[in-house]
């Protein structure tokens, strides 16, 4: 059976990556919010809310820790994703495709 060479329209790419960042950006934004909601209980269980506090909880900490990555990553995306809609509407007005290797110009092969 013959490989065919898949040409797309960079928009096309381009809209799929949007749609799969955006998507992400909302899972870890839900995870984020559902990690506030456990520190909070945590803070709550040992009725220490003070960070700086030695009686602390580790588990609040450790959870506060991983929520400050998810918005580190959730900051990077966002970025990334204003990156690909600027690109997107330069790539549509250009006419370019895409073998999936980066943007290939109208007509070459």
Same mark, same amino acid.
């Given at each position: 059976?013959?490989?065919?060479?898949?040409?797309?329209?960079?928009?096309?790419? +381009?809209?799929?990556?949007? @749609? &799969?960042?955006?998507? =992400?950006?909302?899972?870890?934004?839900?995870?984020? %919010?559902? $990690?506030?909601?456990?520190?909070?209980?945590?803070?709550?269980?040992?009725?220490?809310?003070?960070?700086?506090?030695?009686?602390?909880?580790?588990? +609040?900490?450790?959870?506060? @820790? &991983?929520?400050?990555? =998810?918005?580190?990553?959730?900051?990077?995306?966002? %970025?990334? $994703?204003?990156?690909?809609?600027?690109?997107?509407?330069?790539?549509?007005?250009?006419?370019?495709?895409t073998t999936g290797?980066?943007?290939?110009?109208?007509?070459?092969k």
């Amino acid at each position: 059976m013959k490989h065919q060479h898949h040409f797309e329209r960079a928009s096309n790419v +381009a809209l799929r990556e949007v @749609a &799969r960042i955006s998507a =992400l950006i909302s899972d870890l934004d839900r995870v984020v %919010r559902i $990690l506030d909601c456990d520190i909070d209980n945590e803070e709550e269980r040992a009725r220490v809310s003070d960070p700086f506090d030695a009686a602390y909880p580790i588990l +609040a900490r450790t959870l506060a @820790a &991983r929520r400050d990555n =998810l918005k580190d990553t959730i900051a990077a995306l966002e %970025r990334r $994703l204003s990156l690909r809609l600027g690109a997107e509407g330069s790539a549509t007005s250009q006419g370019t495709f895409t073998t999936g290797n980066g943007p290939v110009g109208r007509g070459t092969k």
